[in-house]
DNA sequence: ATGACATTTGCAAAATGA
């Protein structure tokens, strides 16, 4: 089964590509973040149309994260991380999907360094860390799939000079997201492509496109159990090359089963 | 780089992104 991350960049300005990747891939997981629409603005119809499944959890304006699936359909497991009850930001949502644990999240951007956004974004870690462990200890297959806004390591970046002092990179950004990996999770996309650089976001601005300077940024984790059905995982890139593109290029791996 | 470009809100220009 393919599992499917994809950060569309506000799902009503990308409907038109949200709706050829669904009929082209026919993803059997499709895992969505920014959606940048409430809850009343998410387009229902066009997708009930598709004959997928969705749950999702919206905002106005921005963040926004949904689960689809094409055969059967997502039972909510739960909508936003816990440990702060104040946090009103819709970045994750959690489902069973089969005999799969699956998340869809978006985790903070962080930027700029050294402000009250990086802040958060560490304390959503650490939620995220702790969540994580619990997830784990249930000994099923799970797939934390999603924009993680983490840069890894420095081949993960087209240049790590230039992109020093953005929070993607940071000491602190990175070590967190190794410490959430060593708890027993499997990069899908690092495990497939050990070596070099295998993008799945590019900016908008400044022909980062045109000249392949990209980020990866966006990764499935797998649960040990969901790590043995472990098949393959690529980045569909040629999406990002279309009209009217996100920012970010459809991530997935293939699951046995 | 208070930058580039894109999206949303709301109807101008600010917020957000990475």
């Not at 970046?157 to 002092?165: I, N, Y």
């Not at 410490?179 to 590019?202: C, K, M, S, V």
Request: charged share 25%.
């Amino acid at each position: 089964m393919k599992i499917v991350t994809y950060n569309v960049n506000g799902i009503r300005a990308r409907l038109p590509r949200f709706l050829e990747y669904i009929e082209e891939q026919k993803p059997d997981v499709l895992c969505l973040q920014e959606l940048k629409c409430a809850d009343e603005s998410f387009p229902a119809a066009e997708v009930a149309a598709t004959g997928y499944k969705a749950i999702f959890h919206g905002q106005k304006g921005f963040n926004g994260v949904a689960i689809l699936t094409r055969d059967g359909e997502p039972v909510l497991r739960r909508m936003g991380l816990p440990g702060d009850p104040d946090d009103t930001h819709s970045r994750y949502i959690e489902a069973e999907v089969g005999d799969l644990v699956i998340a869809s999240l978006y985790l903070p951007n962080g930027n700029p360094v050294g402000t009250e956004k990086f802040a958060y974004k560490l304390a959503w870690m650490e939620r995220l860390r702790e969540h994580a462990l619990a997830l784990l200890a249930e000994e099923r297959p799970v797939v934390l799939a999603g924009d993680w806004n983490v840069v890894p390591t420095d081949e993960d970046v087209f240049s790590p000079k230039a992109m020093a002092h953005d929070a993607l990179l940071q000491p602190e950004t990175r070590a967190a997201y190794r410490t959430i990996l060593h708890q027993g999770w499997t990069d899908a996309i690092r495990a497939r492509h050990p070596e070099g650089a295998i993008y799945t976001f590019w900016d908008y601005t400044a022909g980062c496109w045109q000249r392949d300077a990209g980020f990866r940024i966006d990764h499935l984790l797998l649960s040990p159990s969901a790590a043995d059905r472990f098949l393959d995982a690529g980045v569909d890139k040629e999406y990002r090359g279309r009209e009217k593109a996100s920012d970010h290029a459809p991530t997935w791996v293939t699951l046995e089963g």
